[in-house]
């Protein structure tokens, strides 16, 4: 399984919305800069995102972009799935017909298993935990002082 860019970015967007959920709405400006994600590929995620119901936009002089839910609310999954599509390790666990050798093959129930194995922890890893983690890394050995 191979995130496109579409889905990193997408993911790297919300973060930034994350870090500011609570605050002022965030243009695409600030977006474009703190992630340096160029302004037209951004306008196409927070579309998607917009319409899979994970962002919301505010217009208006001080309008831009907040998260739609908490971010203890929001799964990997959803931002993943919504400008991804369904994901799967290998083509064949989603369409066996394009694999000819797929009535033969052995691995496909092992291809199944891993696939939603990725599934479910994109499933059960939300924005604020990818955000603690995040920041537990940043700190020195042994915490906070």
């Avoid at 500011?20 to 306008?43: A, D, M, V």
Wanted: glycine content about 8%; overall charge positive.
């Amino acid at each position: 399984m191979r995130l496109s860019c579409r889905g990193r970015y997408a993911t790297r967007a919300m973060i930034e919305l994350a870090l500011h959920h609570g605050k002022e709405p965030l243009s695409l400006k600030t977006i474009e800069k703190n992630q340096g994600i160029s302004r037209k590929y951004l306008t196409q995620l927070m579309g998607g995102l917009r319409i899979a119901g994970l962002v919301v936009v505010a217009r208006g002089k001080k309008g831009g972009y907040t998260l739609a839910r908490h971010p203890s609310e929001i799964t990997l999954a959803d931002i993943l799935f919504s400008v991804e599509g369904d994901m799967s390790l290998v083509d064949c666990v989603k369409d066996p017909r394009l694999c000819y050798r797929s009535e033969e093959c052995i691995a496909i129930p092992t291809w199944v298993e891993l696939s939603e194995l990725i599934k479910n922890y994109l499933r059960s890893t939300t924005l604020a935990d990818v955000l603690k983690r995040g920041i537990l890394s940043q700190l020195p050995e042994g915490g906070p002082k």
